[in-house]
């Protein structure tokens, strides 16, 4: 019975994904518009195989983000000037998904270690050392910019 139930849970979060989805198709669905809509069989098929704990993760992921307002106020403060209302949302993304690289590496590190439990800062130290020496092209601290 508690299978039963879990699949239902499992179906109506996928429903209410792709209705989110349909929601952000009807806002943004213009004529001069690149968008395009996702296909709500490849979504499903997505978040069909995910365990329980991975579909939660996805769902987490879809609802986060930077607010636009403090991101919009931190580039005015280092450019000196207004902001494209464009530039925010790609930063807004770019830190999006930077920050869900962070986190998947530093699972990976929490998993290298053998250890369980929340994030701790070691694993988030540790995946910044290797995302940017993986990374060309990018400012090499002699010291570790936490420790300063």
């Known amino acids: 019975m508690n299978e039963s139930n879990d699949e239902v849970e499992k179906e109506q979060n996928v429903k209410d994904l792709q209705s989110d989805t349909e929601s952000d198709d ?9 968008y395009k809509r996702e296909d709500p069989g490849r979504l499903h098929s997505i978040t069909g195989t995910m ?14 983000g930077f607010p636009k307002a403090a991101i919009k106020k931190y580039i005015s403060s ?9 530039f925010v949302i790609a930063v807004c993304g770019l830190a999006k998904v930077f920050v869900g690289e962070m986190i998947e590496i530093a699972k990976a590190v929490q998993e ?13 130290h540790e995946a910044y050392r290797r995302l940017y020496k993986r990374i060309p092209n990018t400012k090499v601290f002699k010291k570790a910019p936490w420790n300063s």
């Open 26 to 34: 009807l806002n943004l669905m213009t004529d001069d518009s690149t």
């Open 51 to 64: 365990s329980e704990e991975e579909l939660h993760r996805y769902e987490k992921f879809r609802g986060s």
């Open 78 to 86: 280092v450019i000196g000037q207004a902001v494209n209302p464009n």
């Open 112 to 124: 290298e270690r053998r250890e369980e439990g929340p994030l701790l800062p070691s694993h988030i």
